[in-house]
């Protein structure tokens, strides 16, 4: 129990340095990116990957199925059924691969239908280049992502986040001197399509060779599949919602103002997407324990997923909160002078809008994974489905009129309505877990954010940044208010704990 305890604070740490490591690459790489390959070339990069992603629905939602069926399999100690639902998994993601390269490449022949009339024929001879490669890449990540699912379940998140470490700092090692070079976008998927089969191959050998991994494919059970079909269902129609939440702001723009609008919303989109990834860095972490629970289902189920709930959505939006804060205060700066230019300047306030609209969902992200294990995530799909209808009649009007900022606006109204109001009270209502306990714990953390904001306030109003190495005084200076303010006034003895236990063992082992 110590081992599996080590393994998940590890995994926790891990993912926080890899989320934050890959956040340093990016603020470096990309800029450099957007200088080496112009804005036009970065908007169709943005543009192409953007569309290509739509693939990735062949999944079906049958990836976030695998950790549920497993936790059954494993609580009954059912290991031949444990290895007939590897084999049922593998069959159906080997199909699914070949259906996205099949239907991808349909695609690729089709590239003026898809982008619309606003890219030159150069732009379209590079965006069917980018499409080829890109859909290798996505069809390839089908069983790289089954694999990954595997050493999941087995709770090796150490092996798991090292792994996503070396992808996440040797694709810009080998990507940057061919982009020096001259070798532009498709340089750089064909390095991302390299790292994944090295990935897949890695996966595939560390669960055949360290986790013993058994497959069955014969007297596969049609009634589990039929199990799994239904349950999937909701996952796919997820899926389905979160590609037209996420990619059609790039769709709209890129049929409405062309791909200079859609590499201002790419940058800022790039920004939001370095801030998701903080909170899935620790509720990616928890879901083998949350369905664990609930295959267990003991009375207090609901009482440890409440208790589970608030423990890891203080720690969420301590983290967030910092980030978000932060990027409202120095980010127009940062976004002007260092990641981009002064012509990027709309980046900065699709950014804000888009962080602001995710900070309640991704406080409550672990919320994701226990609807999942109670097989109540329908009414979240129901909930989304109508977001993103909000979303599309919103963005097209507003993208023509105010540009990257108005699509950044349509989806923000759409997900503060469906995440901060709608999705609040399903889980309060449906999963029993005590929503009013939660942000009462949540608003407890407020205390810690009086100063740090008062400050960032002067800052914005007083302060001009000039230089570069005075701006970077000042984000240490705030991040330095921020902690502590959080450690004496916000934080509970729990968290401050988890902080001071780390530091503790240093100390004793130089004793």
């Excluded at 059912?78 to 070949?98: C, E, H, P, Q, T």
């Excluded at 260092?338 to 995710?358: N, P």
């Excluded at 309505?417 to 608003?443: E, L, P, S, T």
Aim: glycine share 6%; hydrophobic share 55%; proline share 2%.
């Amino acid at each position: 129990m110590d081992l599996k305890k080590n393994e998940l604070k590890m995994g926790v740490v891990l993912s926080y340095i890899s989320t934050g490591l890959n956040m340093g690459i990016q603020l470096v790489y990309t800029p450099i990116m957007i200088h080496l390959l112009g804005k036009s070339e970065y908007g169709l990069y943005t543009l192409v990957g953007s569309v290509v992603s739509y693939l990735s629905l062949f999944s079906l939602g049958f990836t976030g199925a695998y950790l549920r069926f497993y936790a059954r399999y494993h609580v009954e100690k059912d290991y031949k059924g444990i290895a007939r639902l590897n084999g049922m998994f593998l069959l159906l993601f080997s199909v699914m691969s070949l259906a996205a390269l099949i239907c991808g490449m349909i695609l690729v022949q089709y590239p003026r239908q898809i982008f619309g009339n606003k890219l030159t024929m150069e732009e379209i001879r590079i965006a069917q280049m980018l499409m080829t490669i890109l859909v290798i890449n996505i069809a390839l990540t089908f069983p790289s992502g089954l694999m990954d699912s595997m050493i999941s379940a087995h709770e090796k998140f150490l092996f798991q986040k090292l792994l996503s470490l070396t992808g996440i700092i040797f694709n810009p090692m080998i990507c940057f001197p061919l982009l020096l070079l001259g070798y532009g976008s498709v340089a750089i998927v064909c390095v991302t399509t390299f790292i994944t089969v090295l990935k897949l191959f890695v996966s595939l050998w560390y669960c055949l060779k360290k986790l013993h991994t058994h497959f069955i494919f014969s007297k596969l059970e049609l009634s589990v599949l039929r199990q799994i079909s239904a349950f999937s269902f909701f996952l796919f129609l997820n899926m389905i919602i979160d590609q037209i939440n996420w990619s059609i702001d790039k769709f709209i723009l890129g049929w409405v103002s062309g791909t200079g609008a859609v590499a201002i919303y790419g940058v800022g989109a790039q920004i939001n997407s370095l801030f998701l990834n903080f909170s899935v860095a620790i509720s990616s972490v928890f879901a083998p324990r949350v369905n664990r629970i609930a295959a267990e289902n003991k009375k207090d189920m609901n009482n440890q997923f409440t208790k589970l709930f608030i423990k890891v959505g203080r720690i969420q939006f301590l983290i967030l909160a910092l980030v978000a804060s932060g990027f409202v205060v120095f980010g127009q700066y940062f976004v002007t002078e260092i990641y981009a230019t002064q012509e990027y300047v709309q980046a900065y306030f699709v950014a804000i809008l888009l962080i602001i609209s995710v900070m309640v969902p991704l406080t409550q992200n672990l919320g994701i994974e226990i609807q999942r294990a109670v097989n109540k995530q329908q009414a979240r799909s129901v909930i989304y489905f109508v977001m993103a209808i909000i979303n599309i009649l919103i963005s097209i009007p507003l993208a023509r009129t105010f540009g990257p900022v108005g699509s950044a606006i349509g989806t923000a109204i759409a997900l503060i309505i469906a995440n901060g109001i709608v999705m609040n009270i399903y889980y309060h209502k449906a999963i029993c877990i005590n929503i009013i306990d939660f942000w009462k714990n949540i608003f407890q953390l407020f205390r810690g954010m009086v100063i740090p904001v008062a400050f960032g306030c002067f800052l914005m109003i007083f302060v001009e940044f000039t230089n570069t190495m005075s701006y970077l005084f000042l984000v240490v200076l705030y991040t330095t208010i921020y902690c502590l303010s959080m450690w004496f006034l916000g934080m509970n003895d729990e968290e401050r704990h988890l902080v001071l236990q780390p530091i503790e063992r240093i100390k004793k082992k130089y004793r």
